[in-house]
Nanobody
Framework: QVQLVESGGGLVQAGGSLRLACAVS????????MAWFRQALGKERESVAA????????LYADSVKGRFTISRDNAKNTMYLQMNSLKPEDTAVYYC?????????????????WGQGTQVTVSS
């Protein structure tokens, strides 16, 4: 069973930055396209960013384009989300996910494995 563990969340002021990490328990995450999703209190889960198994393809939600960067280090079995110019509306629990299929996807239904989430709070 693949286990995903997020870290790096916290409280930051608007305009600040955070870097989330997602560590994967599998011996290698190389085969898995992965993604970040988020869910704000009282709202539905939404996609943030996704990338292919080698990082060659990246997808972003319009709301984070130009501010967030998704990346991965397969040698370290870890995926990252660099978040810059944070806004109060970015406040949410952030989840990482991995899928057995091919290609980066922004639909949560496409993903098979999920982490427990890490809270990101952006104060105004």
């Amino acid at each position: 069973q693949v286990q995903l563990v997020e870290s790096g969340g916290g409280l930051v002021q608007a305009g600040g930055s955070l870097r989330l990490a997602c560590a994967v328990s599998e011996r290698t995450i190389s085969p898995y396209p992965m993604a970040w999703f988020r869910q704000a209190l009282g709202k539905e889960r939404e996609s943030v960013a996704a990338l292919s198994w080698n990082g060659g393809t990246t997808l972003y939600a319009d709301s984070v384009k130009g501010r967030f960067t998704i990346s991965r280090d397969n040698a370290k079995n870890t995926m990252y989300l660099q978040m810059n110019s944070l806004k109060p509306e970015d406040t949410a629990v952030y989840y990482c996910a991995a899928r057995r299929g091919l290609g980066a996807k922004l639909r949560g239904e496409e993903y098979d494995y999920w982490g427990q989430g890490t809270q990101v709070t952006v104060s105004s």
